[in-house]
């Protein structure tokens, strides 16, 4: 069983369950930094509206059970100009994700410290999971320390040496892998990470499907 979580199908993020023949996919909805400009208008009714549009029925509890996280949101600083907008939004999606019951899928660039505020800031209780994680080991700790989940991928193929120091340090109770928009087959990722970490892809699948679970379990 391979846990791919975070991909994208059809413009849609998602999580991918692998087992055999079988794909299971998982849906996720959130407002993605990108998406916003420095006009976005947010509120509460607003962020709820345009998660409506795509589909998610607040009214009904059963699209939100269909729904498994909130994702992929957070916080880009390549995109300075909508920053002020991006913390806002992305509180907006803490508080859905909290009230929903649903964990987070996140996307973070160059803003870790930010990201660990608003854990603290909110007390959010929910797990969180970093994706496409590529910092340092130091950085990696911090997330840690506030309960957070690492995702990787490209940093596997991409930053051998750094991927290498992160899996030998990362607890295998709070690891992901994921293939993002790289169209790598997940079982590919799952040999890449055993090899840099010199175990069984069983062992790997193992853990990671009990991770899984625990988010699951969360809801
Ligand atoms: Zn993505």
């Given at each position: ?14 999580i991918?369950?692998?087992?055999g023949d079988e ?5 996720t909805?959130?407002i993605h930094?990108?998406e916003?400009?420095r006009?976005?208008e ?5 962020s709820?509206?345009?998660?409506r ?8 509890s059963v ?10 949101v957070g ?5 300075k100009?909508?920053f002020d907008?991006?913390?806002e ?7 859905l994700?909290?009230s929903?019951?649903?964990p987070?899928i996140?996307?973070c660039v160059r ?6 505020e ?9 797990p969180w ?14 997330l840690l320390?506030?309960?957070m989940?690492i995702?990787?991928g490209e940093v ?5 040496n750094?991927?290498?120091?992160i899996l ?6 709070r ?11 997940i ?7 055993a ?15 009990e ?5 699951e379990?969360?809801h």
């Amino acid at each position: 069983m391979f846990v791919d979580i975070h991909t994208h199908l059809d413009n849609q993020s998602v999580i991918k369950i692998v087992d055999g023949d079988e794909v299971r996919i998982l849906r996720t909805e959130g407002i993605h930094p990108w998406e916003l400009d420095r006009h976005f208008e947010c509120s509460e009714a607003k962020s709820r509206n345009l998660l409506r549009l795509r589909g998610v029925d607040f009214s009904t509890s059963v699209e939100m059970t269909r729904l498994f996280a909130i994702g992929e949101v957070g916080l880009d600083k390549v995109h300075k100009e909508t920053f002020d907008k991006q913390v806002e939004v992305f509180e907006e999606m803490i508080r859905l994700s909290e009230s929903y019951r649903k964990p987070m899928i996140i996307h973070c660039v160059r803003a870790y410290s930010e990201i660990i505020e608003m854990r603290k800031k909110t007390k959010a209780t929910m797990p969180w999971v970093i994706h496409g994680f590529n910092s340092s080991v130091e950085t990696m700790r911090q997330l840690l320390r506030y309960d957070m989940y690492i995702s990787l991928g490209e940093v596997l193929y991409r930053n051998e040496n750094q991927a290498v120091e992160i899996l030998k340090d990362v607890p295998f109770d709070r690891l992901f892998l994921e293939t993002d928009v790289s169209g790598r087959d997940i079982k590919d990722v799952y040999n890449k990470a055993a090899n840099l970490m010199g175990c069984e892809v069983e062992f790997l699948c193992k853990q990671i499907f009990e991770n899984y679970g625990r988010l699951e379990a969360a809801h």
